[in-house]
């Protein structure tokens, strides 16, 4: 999912990478607060930053999240969705401070 785009220009490669760590860890803490980190077999958390030909800052996250079979009454899609809400809000936030 991609969502906020700003000038590339503007920002240094620090801040990309900085944006970058920031909406991973929102998306991190956003699961292991809801989920107990021991009913998590894999969580898989990727942001990356690119360059649009228009010359934006396009972020893209990816969260994979596999749970327990004990958790199987789980709603895993609307955590993960709302996972990476948190991963772009926490991007947003960011961009409104640089």
């Known amino acids: 999912m991609g969502r906020p785009s700003v000038p590339v220009s503007s920002m ?22 809801r989920v107990p980190r021991r009913s998590i077999t894999d969580l898989t958390i ?3 930053a690119e360059e649009t030909e228009d010359g934006d800052l396009n972020v893209n996250v990816d ?13 895993v ?15 947003e936030d960011y961009l409104g401070k640089t």
Do not use: H, Q, W
């Open 12 to 33: 240094t490669y620090e801040a990309i990478e900085e944006l970058c760590e920031r909406a991973e860890e929102a998306a991190r803490r956003y699961i292991l607060a």
């Open 77 to 91: 899609e609307g955590l993960v969705n709302e996972a990476v809400e948190a991963s772009f809000k926490a991007v």
């Open 63 to 75: 969260v994979e999240v596999k749970l327990s079979p004990t958790m199987r009454n789980f709603d």
């Open 46 to 48: 990727t942001v990356d």
